[in-house]
C-alpha cells in the first residue's frame, strides 16, 4: 500500500477495460477507493460481456459517458480526488463511417465530465486524460538533411502505386522520427480529430 493514495477517491472511466482494468487493480492495491464507470460495450468487452472482478475496493457503475444523467450521477457519488478519463470509442477507420457515435462517447462524453466535475462541492485535484498518437497523423519524419517535417495524408495514387512511405513534395526519402508531445497536431481521422478535441476540452476547463 501507497500512503500517498490511501482511502484516495478515484473515478475511472472505461475502467473494466484492457488498460482501465489493470490501472484500477494498481490503484487499489495502493489503497485508493475506486468507481469504475463502464459500458460494457460489447465491441470491447465482447457479446454477452460481464464484468471483471475488480475486487471489494472498486465499484462498478454500469453507464454510458453519453448519458449526462447517469454520468453526472457517477461523478456526485464517486466525489473524486483523482480521475482518470480513459473511456473512448476506438478506431481510426470505423470512426470515419461513424462520426456521430465517435463524436458523442469523446466530444460529449469528455464535456459531459467537465460539467459534472462542476458540480461537485470540491473539485478533484486531478485529471488524467488517455491520449492519442494519432493527433499526430503520420508523425514526424526525417529529410535526407536532418530536418523534421510532418507528412500530409497519403494520397490514393501513392498508396495504388505501393509507395507506403508518406511523402513531402521536393524532400527526397523520409526516415521515421521520434514524434515528441510538442509536435505540430495533424489529424487525419474523426477519430483522431475527436481526440484532439478531448486535449482542447479538458486544457480549457482547468
Known sequence: MTPAMADC???VTGGAGFIG???VRRLAADGARCWVFDNLHPQVHG???RAPDLGDR????????????CFTAAVLEAEPHIVYHLAAETGTGQSMTEPTRYSRANVMGTAHLVDAMRQLARPPEALILAGSRAIYG???????????????????????AGRFTPEVEGEG?????????QAR???SSVYASTKLMQEHLVLQAG
Do not use: C, N, Q
Open 47 to 49: 457479446p454477452g460481456a
Open 21 to 23: 482494468s489493470r490501472l
Open 58 to 69: 472498486t465499484r462498478l457503475i454500469i453507464g454510458d459517458v453519453g448519458d449526462p444523467t
Open 185 to 187: 497536431a495533424a489529424p
Open 173 to 181: 526519402a523520409l526516415v521515421p522520427a521520434a514524434t515528441l508531445e
Open 138 to 160: 503520420e508523425g514526424e519524419y526525417l529529410t535526407a538533411d536532418g530536418r523534421k517535417v510532418t507528412p500530409g495524408t497519403r494520397s490514393a495514387e501513392a498508396m495504388a
Open 9 to 11: 477517491r478515484v473515478l
